[in-house]
């Protein structure tokens, strides 16, 4: 099974809707959720190479990953509970955003944006172990997904590369269709329709250039992806 297959799976196996009632469980979600936007800022800046925005965003961060882990280190919540990896958790993305810091400071920023990849990973566990699924998850699981097609080499495959491509296609076209069927939180901002539509409508024009059978078509579509999938996920990912 290929990463883009187990990005699919990993979305319909772990799809256990959150629970919308206030509670400490939602709260605690919407903590993380305002942390992973401060994140989102300081990885779209430092891949736009805005370097004192950069290190504004990280210091943001820092501060708000610091402020979360110690509350719930002190009491956590009750999804995390029983987690017995959540320091760890806490440690490796604290570690993250310090050598992204660093790397900023010394104007390497595309370090810096891969440095601070990594903390994506650490918060789908953090979800995964729990065994939730959120908006960001299925984000992040496409963008799994569409790194590993934007960086495959079809022609190299051979006769094969028509029926590869449309397969990658169909499962990047399910990933945006979960997206669209499960909005973000904050869906009713007006800037969200036409984001996620846009978004949305690549990954459609994608797969059906790719079930057409014309590689060079299919490739074209291809190159489209990026840029729809950046400017939801810097807003609402």
Known sequence: MNRITQAAL????????????????TDAE???RAVYGDYRAALFLSNAGKAPETAKALAGFDTAWAEMS?????????????????????????ALIGKAREEAAAGRLPAAHQTLEGVRAEVAGLHA???????????????AAM???LGRD?????PGAAVALAGDAAVLDYLAAQIVANPAPEAANPAYAPLVGAFAASARAFRAA??????????????????PYSKLFAQFG
């Open 30 to 32: 919407a903590q993380l």
């Open 210 to 227: 790719a079930d057409s059978g014309d590689l060079a078509a299919a490739l074209a579509a291809r190159g489209n992806l990026k840029a």
């Open 147 to 149: 790194e590993e097609v």
């Open 70 to 94: 110690a509350q719930w280190g002190a009491t956590p919540p009750p999804q995390y509970a029983a987690d017995a990896a959540l320091p760890q958790t806490f440690d490796a993305v604290s």
């Open 154 to 158: 079809y022609a190299a495959i051979g």
């Open 10 to 25: 990993a979305v319909v196996l772990g799809a256990l809707a959150l629970p919308a009632l206030a509670s400490p469980f």
């Open 129 to 143: 172990r729990a065994g939730l699924i959120g908006f960001s998850d299925r984000m992040n699981a496409y963008h």
